[in-house]
């Protein structure tokens, strides 16, 4: 028998063929999306009629004035940006997806430059308000939109759960590959983040092999795509057909036409005429599905029209397995579509409360870690964040346990429908042994985390009071009511300050300040920096109600020889005293809390950056939260009814054309 490495040489002509052909058809894709997209700026021309010399507006125009036109002015703006056309919010509103760019480069504090002339804090943030509200009630009035249709490589998560659904095996495929950058609202299946690379073409070739061949060597997992071997009535030529037309569809995620089974018969008749072994031809087939563009890609059909579409049903399918599960569509979820009915609002919610049950618990949880670590910040825990070795206690087991910790709690509020709320204030959580002593909570534990009910919810309880959660947002050696409170800003309430100006000094790290005075009284001296205090006003006073806990999380009353001084104040002047009153003062603010969450769940759900089009649904995802009791059910399958979910958007002759289709469309709102 000839070897599998020379059998693979004489064919990789063909895999390359096969390959290449996928890419062209994908490359054809891209181009229409990319090039050919809709842009919708126009579809909200002419709906918010707006009076600049208005006295608010007027203070807002002066802000660009002030603030923008010295750079971007002129006959030679910087970055070909001439913002002096701007003197009305209808030439904002008709260039709206610019001035959303503007509004993140804002909100960031790119702009303007720390050389120039700087706002204060309160008029950025009145800048970023007005215009944003203006572009959300625009977008609302002039209907749904829907965004563009999918094109974006798997991110590795997504990829090793693929592959391992799909072959049935506990292996993790995706080891090597490449890590992922963040993009979009913060997600590293942001489709404008994963790119393709030679280096990734390489370890694709290397991880389907290794996959394939680990799969060979399970009995179990061969039983489950190996569906056909070749007998006395069996031909190898039959055999093989049925393998493949088993095994495309699940991996490709479609029905697939004759003309795609035939290409990869082609390919397992080149194999076996090389080397006469039907496994050895299967399993090079195999390991061509796995690299084929079709596998590694989620790529849904352009829409050609002037209107938008709803999805097909196996495009939601995908849409709705690699949201809830962060892996490929099952059996169940592929039936529904291939009878074309998935799209049923009756079969969908059922479809939605299968996903989500116990029976598919490990791939709910897996997106929940996802999701939440992403969110969270907590996925730096043991890498880019270690505690200094002054820091005692911290060990692997620990370390398991504090990252857990948020991933199961928010499993629990997903899978059991419980109240958003509950991230906030719970009498609940989810230790394992290690982490349980080091809250000093009584009762058995074990390695795996265990549901446990709070006796003492002024210590524990909610996301503000998880290690994992503490520890990312303190320095490795200490504290920091400035890194605590800025995460609660970013986090919670979706309010992030602006970086700090290059030439804000650092706080002072003496022995002699350490223990002459407070951590409260040094952050106090160095906010008499005026630069500072505009964004220090805002974000210490949050921070300091987390003071009680260690950089582990552990509980304390006093730091550095003083007792713990945890009063605090929100933006709005809410004083609180203490983490009870703190999360007390943002359940005050719950609705701010859970629009931030809904932007992120939906940024997350559509593997793309938000736009001011999307707002419209955020508002209403939030207003069914709100009717309901925040029920986690309502931000989930609220985000599988909306349109940007459910549609994709044609690319039209003229904006202003589907605009108004859209608002004609009734369909649109099934």
């Known amino acids: 028998m000839k070897s599998t490495t020379t059998t693979s040489t004489k064919i990789i002509t063909i895999v390359n063929r096969l390959a290449c052909s996928s890419l062209e058809s994908l490359w054809g894709i891209f181009y229409i999306l990319v090039f050919l997209a809709p842009n919708p700026t126009a579809s909200s021309r002419e709906i918010l009629e707006s009076n600049p010399k208005k006295t608010s507006e007027y203070r807002e125009f002066e802000f660009i004035k002030r603030y923008c036109l010295e750079c971007h002015s002129g006959e030679k703006p910087k970055a070909s940006l001439d913002l002096s056309r701007f003197d009305s919010m209808d030439k904002i509103l008709s260039e709206a997806l610019l001035w959303d760019d503007i509004l993140i480069r804002l909100s960031q504090g790119d702009m303007p430059p720390k050389e120039a002339d700087l706002p204060t804090l309160n008029e950025r943030s009145e800048f970023l308000n007005w215009v944003e509200s203006s572009l959300q009630k625009a977008a609302c009035q002039s209907g749904p939109h829907a965004g563009p249709a999918v094109l974006r490589r798997l991110n590795r998560a997504e990829y090793s759960a693929s592959v391992r659904d799909l072959l049935d095996i506990h292996f993790d495929a995706g080891e090597a590959l490449p890590s992922d950058g963040s993009g979009g609202e913060g997600f590293d299946n942001a489709s404008e983040t994963l790119f393709i690379s030679p280096i990734h073409a390489e370890k694709y070739m290397d991880a389907a092999r290794v996959a394939v061949e680990y799969a060979f060597a399970d009995p179990r997992s061969l039983r489950r795509f190996l569906v056909a071997e070749p007998d006395e009535k069996t031909s190898p030529e039959v055999a093989a057909r049925r393998v493949i037309e088993d095994f495309l569809p699940r991996a490709f995620r479609r029905s697939i036409p004759e003309s795609e089974i035939l290409e990869y018969l082609a390919l397992f008749h080149a194999a076996y005429k090389a080397d006469p072994s039907f496994m050895v031809a299967i399993r090079l087939t195999l390991q061509a599905v796995l690299i084929s563009p079709k596998f590694l890609f989620i790529a849904e059909e352009p829409n050609f029209d002037s209107k938008p579409h709803k999805v097909t049903d196996h495009e939601l399918a995908s849409r709705l397995s690699y949201f809830l599960w962060g892996s490929l569509p099952d059996d169940e979820l592929l039936k529904a579509a291939d009878e074309g009915n998935l799209s049923d609002s009756r079969i969908l919610q059922e ?71 509950d991230l906030l204030k719970a009498d609940y959580t989810y230790v394992n042994r290690r982490l349980a002593r080091h809250y000093r909570i009584k009762g058995e534990f074990r390695e795996q985390p265990k549901r446990v009910q709070l006796t003492d919810e002024n210590r524990r309880g909610g996301l503000l009071s998880m290690a994992a959660v503490l520890a990312v947002s303190s320095y490795p050696h200490r504290t920091s009511p400035v890194l605590r409170g800025k995460w609660i800003l970013e986090t919670i309430l979706g309010d992030p300050p602006p970086p700090p100006p290059s030439n804000v000094p650092e706080l002072e790290e003496s022995a002699s300040s350490v223990s002459s005075e407070s951590l409260r009284q040094r952050l106090e001296l160095h906010r008499q920096d005026v630069a500072c205090a505009q964004c220090h006003d805002r974000i210490d006073p949050l921070g300091f109600g987390l003071e009680n806990y260690g950089v582990l999380g552990r509980w304390r009353d006093k730091y550095e020889g003083h007792t713990v001084d945890a009063r605090g104040a929100l933006p709005d002047g809410t004083t609180f005293s203490g983490p009870a009153e703190l999360k007390l003062a943002l359940l005050g603010r719950k609705d701010q809390f859970v629009r931030h969450l809904t932007k992120k769940m939906l940024g997350y759900a559509l593997g793309r950056g938000l736009t001011y089009y999307d707002y419209c649904a955020v508002n209403s995802i939030v207003d069914k939260l709100r009717a309901n009791d925040y029920k986690s059910h309502h931000l989930l399958f609220g985000i599988i009814q909306s349109v940007p979910f459910r549609f994709k958007a044609g690319i039209a002759s003229s904006e202003a054309e589907r605009a108004s289709t859209l608002n004609q469309d009734e369909s649109i709102h099934d």
């Open 351 to 421: 479809q939605f409360k299968r996903m989500l049950g116990s029976q598919n618990s490990r791939k709910v949880r897996n997106f929940s870690q996802n999701f939440v670590e992403q969110w969270l910040g907590t996925r730096a825990l043991g890498r880019e964040f270690k505690p200094d070795k002054s820091i005692r206690g911290y060990d692997s087991e620990l370390e398991g346990g504090m990252k857990y910790e948020p991933v199961f709690f928010f499993h629990e509020i997903l899978t059991e429908n419980r109240s958003l709320l």
